[in-house]
């Protein structure tokens, strides 16, 4: 069943186009050879997809040095590992989005 659904992603992307599967079980490569290859169409995953890890980390450590990636700015409240649990209540009660747990 879930591979008939990714085979059938095919039918909504033109030729050259991907499609990201996520939370998806892998299908047969020679089933999914048979759509994707003769109209250059690629499954694209969702985990680390057109990244490259050991190439983009240290490119965007580079521009979060720089000043040009604004990470700080996301974060909505700091809290050491002694206040852990009232960052959590903070959190399941709505009061911070994006937290972070500092070493006191």
């Known amino acids: 069943m879930a591979e008939a659904g990714l085979c059938h992603s095919d039918d909504h ?17 020679s089933r999914l050879g048979e759509t994707h290859g003769p109209y250059q169409k690629r499954p694209q995953g969702a985990v680390f997809g057109a990244c490259s890890p050991s190439k983009d980390i240290p490119a965007l450590l580079e521009l979060y040095r720089q000043g040009q990636l604004k990470l700080d700015e996301l974060i909505t409240t ?15 009660s709505g009061r911070n989005i994006r937290r972070i747990i500092a070493r006191s």
């Open 78 to 92: 700091r809290y050491t590992l002694d206040d852990i649990n009232s960052g959590n209540e903070d959190m399941r």
């Open 13 to 29: 992307i033109g030729g050259r186009g991907w499609s990201a599967w996520a939370g998806s079980p892998r299908a047969s490569a």
